[in-house]
DNA sequence: CCGCAATTACACAGGTCTGTGTAATCTATG
DNA sequence: CATAGATTACACAGACCTGTGTAATTGCGG
């Protein structure tokens, strides 16, 4: 059965040289024979693995659509903590945004699967904020999730143009400044945590 | 001296339809026999007037360099007013983001023009939020414009994946909040208009 | 050791793209 | 009208792309 486990670490060995690629210089700007070529495989091997490049680039979104592992730190340190992440990565390696809106805006094709993945992540991030909020006793956590999930996407944004993490800095005061509004506003938040 | 004016003409016809053609399909997506054929030119001519489609790029970015034209409206209504047109922007035509950030993201070069006019328009929107905020006599001016600006690029960026206007009116709610909690806790605001 | 599946090298089809070369034609200006 | 510049049609070079076809080779499981 050693068979199988060979053909995932191939898979899985294709995937994330695809991703360094297409991540860092664009889906369409790197070619089959490129990802084939800095692994050190043939095209045909490749082309046995993923049958054409859009099921390789829908693998490449969909192995980035990790759940958020749980935490059992404070929610309120829980959403800083997702801003000061962005920040290090900004300031860390290589910054090219975010992978889905670029996937999206770069496949002119409106009905391309890229499309779906993108909006599950974004939304995926929304709902881990809503939730937070709601254990912060905000009466309009699913609102201000949006809003959140907004600055960040825009933090992310300035940093392309501007390559200064500092926005993502900008960002997070922005974000204590809602989420406190918010929390003054409304009901008392339960202290339990 | 017409000879002039009709080269500026037939030059401002082939930006048209390349501003077109670009922000709706992507730089990269669309070949200069494409633009050629739109307007119903030869290539040959195309090339006369653009020596390079990295030319052409240059020229489209700039042409969209407009400064904001000036109003006697109040600030806070013309900063409000700002989320308004993205929102109705985002509702009406072919709404694809920004085309600066589209530029950036999909021209991998580092050193390419379009990175600087890309940071030229984004810090002239962001002095524009900085002057009206001054005008309402808020201290910390510089650093909530920035806010503001990641707002946009936020909403702009969460339209794109979700195509859903309502994202532009959580990013107007937003900075209505930043704005007013930058007002109370500053000094108080010279209530001259 | 046999056989099967994976992998390889290599060529190639068919398409796209940018940019140029050339010779003919059109058009406006002097 | 004459001339110079703009435009045209058309071919083509050279590069890159996705995807396939083929035959030889390798390596692992039974």
Redo the contacts with the bound molecule.
């Keep these: 059965?050693?068979?199988a486990d060979?053909?995932a670490a191939?898979q899985e060995r294709i995937l994330e040289t695809a991703d360094r690629l297409f991540y860092g210089q664009g889906i369409r700007?790197?070619?089959?024979?490129?990802i084939a070529a800095e692994i050190?495989?043939?095209?045909?091997?490749l082309?046995?693995?993923f049958?054409?490049?859009?099921d390789l680039i829908v693998a490449y979104l969909s192995r980035r659509l990790k759940p958020a592992p749980p935490s059992d730190r404070p929610p309120l340190e829980q959403i800083m903590g997702a801003f000061d992440r962005l920040e290090r990565t900004i300031a860390t390696g290589v910054f090219r945004g975010c992978p889905f809106v670029n996937a999206v805006a770069e496949l002119k094709e409106p009905a391309h699967a890229a499309n779906r993945i993108a909006l599950a992540f974004k939304e995926q991030r929304r709902v881990w904020f809503q939730g937070l909020l709601e254990r912060l006793g905000i009466a309009t956590a699913e609102p201000l999730s949006l809003q959140l999930q907004i600055l960040m996407d825009g933090a992310i944004a300035a940093a392309i143009v501007r390559g200064d993490p500092a926005v993502a800095a900008a960002a997070r005061a922005a974000a204590k400044v809602l989420v406190e509004a918010a929390s003054v506003s409304g009901p008392r938040p339960i202290p339990s945590d």
Tied chains: 1, 2.
């Design positions: 059965m050693a068979r060979v053909r191939m700007a790197v070619g089959v024979d490129t050190g495989i043939s095209k045909r091997t082309y046995n693995h049958p054409s490049k859009d």
